[in-house]
């Protein structure tokens, strides 16, 4: 289970408190309903689904109620970093990040059990 | 004339606990969700009579009137003593002049006042969070998660706390509280 | 049958740390046998010289104990204190002896000793490796008439108890400094260092006692103390700490993200009478801030020709038998290893007085300490020595020896075979902490290496044999652990500690006899019957991934999950497919450690807590009145109040016709609500909802429906304005939580500058709604300060008053058609008033009604159920409502998805009504709709029935409906396909009651 640090609460939570709520930094067009259709689809339908470090949103649903953001590696499931809403994109120390990919070679991937026997 | 309604508590008739868990309703209180931006905090605590807490985690209390921060912008305010002022603590709260939202939520939530040297252990039976005094000291509050439900916990001395829950789950929570208490003492 | 008085022929008098005195009885297969108190039931059994415990799951070969630990693969038996407390699969190895325990054999018939599916062991050639995946694949219908009953009837050991479980369980959430799993030398070292920091240390053992493998290693001395009396003080000085926990009998079965351990305590497993306020297993579920691995390492077996015979086990089985129990597994007991501390297993008995046969080892060299004690002791040792093979059917009665290399064998008689290939380090925590092991081709042994968690192996379990290092080892990593670096503290406590003989070594893979060159059967994996033959046969059969050869094979895949076939298996993958271990990989471990009961994991959750059961306020006064309930998401709804005698068709009926013709009350409480408070409150709803709330009133409300981005329809309900800067949202009953989430989402993060708070409401109020009418007269009595006229308080009216003296909020609004209030109290007011507006309705001639009823209501005025006539695919438009989409607001959610290609178009599925040509057919919900019943299958279908009821206010039945271009279908004649029956429908408007509407505001 994991330990979420909430940006609000300033201190590592489990993770029964609180609930995903998606990729983040997808702001809703101001002009929502002049966009095309193409525009919308790419704003509401469609996402990276990145592997890897992700930004995503969590809710401290059961805790302080926020949305906050975070940086997630979906390989290790190591949380980079999490800040408040509103902010924009926060860049992810060099250190963090070449601890996170340290980290995620320690990860039982599909690669590295079964993939040589394909 | 008719005739004026009369009160019916939630958890009327619950029983648990053990020699080291003492567990019981609270009795009635006012209450209110109380929501307000960071320059409003101190118009609010004054026309409330009680410092609202900034810090996460934290309480105060003063003049019979206890505020648990619970979020950024939200406090759970609650009078205890008089069952019926909720409506008065939205009016105080409407004379500070300052912007805010203050809504009765006196029955919505009900209590169980939970104590005795197994009180902490009885709440980790379903609740996630560190209750150690260094984690958690006297005072400390937290809106969190106890088993199934979602309560608010209060730690008022040591080895006492208080849980709010909505009202529908206060049944389930006395129960595994009753079950936390008798494990407890084990 | 008469019980033995004594503990058993096969004690040694003097050996082993048992009470004489203390004796428990209990009965295996229906005899009744004497143990001593402490003793497993595996050490209970052969003390008693019974060796034959079970037949194994595909051969149904005879099997004894091979372990004297968690690991035992083989000694599965079926434990009770009665029908409602027995478990089957129970290992007895790890099984303390209780009185009155009921102990059964398993996966044999009719009896243990005469085993009818012992004729699959002649039949094996045909269950050899991958056979269900070639047998069982055609005909497809043979699968489900012939294989699987099959199957299921021979798959699986043990027999599931039918009846409930009668004990309890328990669950705590606990945090520490440091939590150390395991505690033998290294463990309890640790323990004590990280303990003298004043750090909150738990230290978790699996044993009822601590002390690992000092339980049987008697030579080691560590302290000046004799191994165990040492590890028994430490336990005692830890458990005085008042920063330590011991927890025994307790496993580590589950090291999770973020130092999240899980734990099975035992509590009441070995007890006789335990008191009923004991839960019988407790689960502790631990955030470590860091963990020190303990666990230690775990005996191989070798690998030869019938090596599954009871009788032959582990050496330091045998050793812990005889120095922790003071049984002797055999009188006549020979010694095959690849390694020096079996020896010792020969060293300990010899002692105690019992004929070692010999030594047989199958190397070449031996350590020169442990041949000079043998010589010493009288002891033959066979070096470069194999056992080619054993005989003896239930149990070895002798064994087949021969120089290696040599064709020449003689034949040596025992009664017991101990045998040892090396230690397999226990690294099963670590790999489930997501660590990577690297694999050390010196010792043959995979060990910890990169480390993913706050963690550290110490001890065996890290490779680490020699006591002296050990100890220093532990030291430091739990000083370390506890966040005090350096020697200062370390240098207090330090101790030295010896062991004799070496630990490292032996050997992995098929041994002599057993090579690819022969068809014999060595097992690898005793639990699912896996030979070195099949693991070789799935390498010639393509598998060369670990993976694969493990699933073809299923070797390691047992309950015992591999813990002494892994490495085997892997040598003999790896020798066949010609490449080294490393390159053939190692299949991960994963939780649980040891299997963990149901019981344990459910805990508390079952019965009443095993999901709360929300009730609302007036729920006792319901059910005094006789109402049936239903689950509505948590919530118990009122479903029906039938009278004597009704079912719930009449009493449905009844409530129908009352309500229209006279009145009726419902508790309507379990809707959401949200109180929506800010200057900007109105503004925000706008963007909310696809209605205008800026030109809403204060003191009137409105239904409003909410669509997601994409334009379908989301949740509905009717928001009250109470004041400029206050509304009074309610919600769907199990939507309340997901709008209010769905809410909060946008407030916080895509509109955060509005000046606008939400509150939860939903259980501040206790809602009485009162409908037909009759509900002006029935509440009138009880409304003050507030004129309910239908000209001053008209339809879509709201406002605050006082009901019976307490400060209320009055609805003016209608879900059946009718005039209708909703009455919302303070919840602890709630009985008070429903108790006089419900004595009131009565003398009036209403009635009480349900879900069910309003249900109905609402279909016969073709309002809109969100989530029965809707599907998450349904405009506003599609259902109808498409006068509820502001055409003015330059944005809301859902103005942009609401204008996509598709949901603009012509022909989308439209809410329609229903009518039957027979008015007595009430149609199924879900059935599909055809133009054609004629047409060939698969037919075009329309749409399909969302709703559909008896009207009794009506005579007939009536439905609702989803129907592609179901608006410009008005009149026409449609078709429900049934099973038995094709029903004829006419499409007709949605409104079935009152379509001008003139009752609503009477």
Sequence with gaps: MLLIHCPYCEEERSELEFRWAGEAHIARPENIAAISDEEFAEYFFLRNNEKGVTYERWRHIHGCGRFFNAARDTVSDKFLMTYKAGLPKQPIPAATKAEAIAEEKTVETWEQTEGDAR | ?186 | MSASSNSGAFRIKGAGRLTPARTARFTFDGKTYTALEGDTVASALLAHGVHLLGRSFKYHRPRGILSAGPEEPNALLDVSRDASRRQPNVRATVQEVFDGAKIASQNRWPSLKHDIGAFNDLLSPFFAAGFYYKTFMWPKEAWHKLYEPIIRRAAGLGEAPKEGDTDHYASRYEHCDVLIAGAGVAGLTAALSAAATGAKVILVDEQPEVGGALHFDSSTEIDGKNGFDWAQGVAAKLKAMPNVTVLNRTTVFGYYNHGFLGLAERVTDHLALPSKELPRERLWQVRAKKVILATGSIERHMVFANNDRPGIMLASAARTFLNHHGVAVGRAVAVYTAHDSAYEAAFDLKRAGIDVVAIIDNRQVSGEAVLAEARSLGIEVLLSHSVLDTAGRHRVSSITVARNGEKNSRKLKVDALLVSAGWTPSVHLFSQSRGKLRFDAESDRFLPDIYAQDCISVGACNGTDDLSTLIGEALSAGAEMAGHKGAASIDAIAFAGSNLYEWTGGMIGAAEGAGPDTAVKAFVDFQHDVTAKDIRLAVREGMHSIEHIKRFTTNGMASDQGKLSNMHGLAIASEMLGRPIPQVGLTTFRAPYTPVTYGTLVAHSRGELFDPARKTPMHHLEAAEGAEFEDVGNWKRAWYFPKRGEDMHAAVNRECKTVRDVGGVFDASTLGKIEVVGPDAAQFLNLLYTNAWDTLKPGKSRYGIMTREDGFIYDDGVVGRLAEDRFHVTTTTGGAPRVLQHMEDYLQTEFPDLKVWLTSTTEQWAVIAVQGPKARDIIAPFVEGLDISNEAFAHMSVAECTVMGVAARLFRVSFTGEVGFEVNVPADFGPAVWSAIWERAQSLGACLYGTETMHVLRAEKGYLIVGQDTDGTVTPDDAGYGWAVSKKKTDFVGIRGLKRPDLVRTGRKQLVGLLTKDPNEVLEEGGQIVADPNQPKPMTMLGHVTSSYWSENLGRSIAIALVAGGRDKMGQRLYVPMKDKVIEVEVTDVVFVDKEGGRING
Excluded at chain 2, 10 to 37: F, T
Excluded at chain 2, 60 to 89: F, K, Q
Excluded at chain 2, 155 to 172: L, N, P
Aim: proline residues 4%; aromatic residues 4%; contains cysteine.
């Design chain 2, 1 to 186: 004339m008719v005739e004026v309604a009369t009160r019916t508590l939630p958890l009327s008739g619950v029983h648990g606990g053990s020699s080291k868990v003492r567990l019981e309703p609270a009795a009635p209180a006012a209450r209110i969700n109380l929501r307000v931006r960071a320059e409003d905090v101190a118009a609010l605590s004054a026309a409330l009579g009680v410092d609202l807490p900034v810090r996460p985690k934290t309480s105060a209390s003063a003049n019979g009137r206890t505020a648990l921060w619970i979020g950024p912008d939200e406090w759970l305010v609650i009078a205890e003593g008089n069952t019926d002022i909720g409506s008065m603590l939205v009016a105080a709260a409407a004379k500070s002049g300052a912007l805010h939202s203050a809504t009765d939520v006196s029955h919505r939530n009900t209590a169980i006042l939970v104590s005795g040297a197994g009180a902490a252990a009885a709440i980790n039976t379903g609740c996630p969070q560190d209750l150690s005094l260094q984690a958690f000291p006297v005072g400390a509050c937290s809106r969190t998660i106890f088993g199934k439900v979602e309560i608010v916990l209060l730690r008022t001395a040591e080895d006492a706390f208080r849980v709010e829950v909505w009202r529908s789950f206060s049944d389930y929570a006395f129960g595994m509280l009753a079950e936390g208490a008798r494990d407890a003492a084990l």
